[in-house]
């Protein structure tokens, strides 16, 4: 019996010690390949880097001459942001601890209002919307331009080859805004520097231990000595539950926000649910009103209106295939008009032709007016004239057959 029990003792040992190996190879795995995307994520920082001192010095020392980079195989890529600076892995436990100290006293959450201290968004004020080990996304701040590829293109049925989307903000550059009371009892935005942690019971259930089991993980949602408790509750010194941080039957714990040095609790306001349901009234149109047919097409008249029409494309306008009796008149009249002078302009245009004949005859004319004949030289062409007319009539073959012996 006692060497049963000493092989079962060993054989659980032996299944711990086999247990607790495989997590730890399942733990070195994700850091190492935490580690690897940080390297690459560094390694192509690097790379946008230096090719982007090189393209500013091309464009530098060529001017004019300088290369479109928006064109080629590499057009779409160009100005884009790569895909690994987005991505989003679990850090590895020492660059955790990097990124607390680096983050300060600070926790952010979930539709917590921040605004940007440092980089090209300085200033600028917006939602959280994702919240990671030592980054942030913000709703319409650090808008970046991203590369689809041709396979996700096809997979999500999109053409567009560049895509807008919010890259990550370090959360030591930014600072939570909240509303507080000032003297005058009007409630001002002002930046939290810092925060001061408390916990308190809420009526639920603790799902999950200080210590997570078989791993080295903490659990945060559980205080430990190192905590404090809220202010408010006065039994926080007296009570033996909460000395032994443990929650009450029906209750657990919840981590609280406080501004550093005052009693101002932080609270989160959730957005409001915009797909909530209100009630109908008199004056709404029913969804059941709108896809009612109340038209039905014929062949004998238009589809709609003229007046619509008109309304639509103009009454006047060169596309349109319908058009009142007056205006086709009108436009009738003004191309044939167009047609009179196109004639005309052909009938006065000058030709090479043209011009020398009305230059000849501009010429005879002239030498006509310059060489006109004398009276005693039309009376010599008279007489000339009058006496070769006797002549013909005196000749034999001017008498006629009949009057011939």
Not at 13 to 37: G, I, M, S, V, Y
Not at 91 to 120: T, W
Not at 144 to 171: D, I
């Amino acid at each position: 019996m006692l060497k049963l029990m000493a092989r079962t003792a060993k054989a659980q040992k032996t299944a711990k010690k086999l247990k607790e190996a495989q997590q730890k190879t399942t733990r070195h795995l994700k850091e190492k390949e935490a580690r690897d995307h940080l390297r690459l994520k560094q390694k192509v920082l690097v790379e946008n880097m230096k090719a982007a001192r090189i393209a500013r010095r091309e464009d530098y020392e060529l001017g004019p001459l300088a290369p479109n980079r928006h064109a080629g195989e590499q057009g779409e890529k160009y100005g884009t942001a790569a895909g690994q600076l987005l991505q989003y892995y679990k850090l590895p436990r020492n660059e955790l601890e990097r990124a607390k100290k680096r983050r300060g006293e600070n926790e952010f959450r979930v539709n917590d209002r921040v605004v940007v201290l440092r980089g090209r968004e300085r200033g600028k004020i917006g939602t959280v919307f994702e919240v990671q080990d030592e980054t942030m996304k913000i709703l319409g701040v650090n808008h970046v331009e991203m590369h689809v590829p041709e396979w996700m293109r096809k997979a999500e049925s999109s053409t567009a080859p560049v895509r807008s989307m919010s890259a990550p903000v370090p959360l030591s550059d930014v600072r939570l805004v909240y509303p507080v009371a000032g003297p005058d009892g009007k409630d001002r935005e002002v930046i939290v520097a810092a925060m001061d942690f408390r916990w308190r019971q809420i009526p639920g259930t603790q799902e999950k231990k200080r210590r997570i089991p078989g791993t080295q993980e903490k659990d945060y949602s559980v205080p430990h000595k190192g905590d404090l408790l809220a202010l408010d509750d006065p039994s926080a010194e007296e009570n033996p539950l909460i000395t032994r941080f443990t929650p009450a039957p029906g209750y657990k714990w919840e981590k609280v926000r406080y501004i550093k040095g005052q009693a101002v609790e932080i609270v989160t306001v959730k957005p409001a649910d915009e797909d909530v349901d209100e009630p109908y009234t008199d004056s709404d149109t029913l969804r059941i009103q709108t896809e009612k047919e109340t038209f039905l097409p014929a062949l004998t008249q238009p589809p709609m209106p003229p007046e619509v029409i008109d309304e639509l494309r103009g009454k006047y306008s060169d596309y349109r295939d319908r058009h009142e009796p007056e205006y086709i008149a009108k436009k009738e009249e003004i191309d044939e008009g167009r047609e009179r002078l196109k004639r005309s302009n052909v009938l006065r245009m000058m030709t090479p032709h043209r011009e020398f004949s009305i230059r000849s005859r501009m010429a005879v004319q002239a030498y006509r007016k310059r060489r006109a004949p004398d009276v005693s030289v039309l009376a010599a062409i008279g007489e000339h004239m009058s006496r070769s007319k006797s002549l013909k009539l005196s000749s034999p073959k001017a008498v006629s057959p009949e009057a011939a012996p």
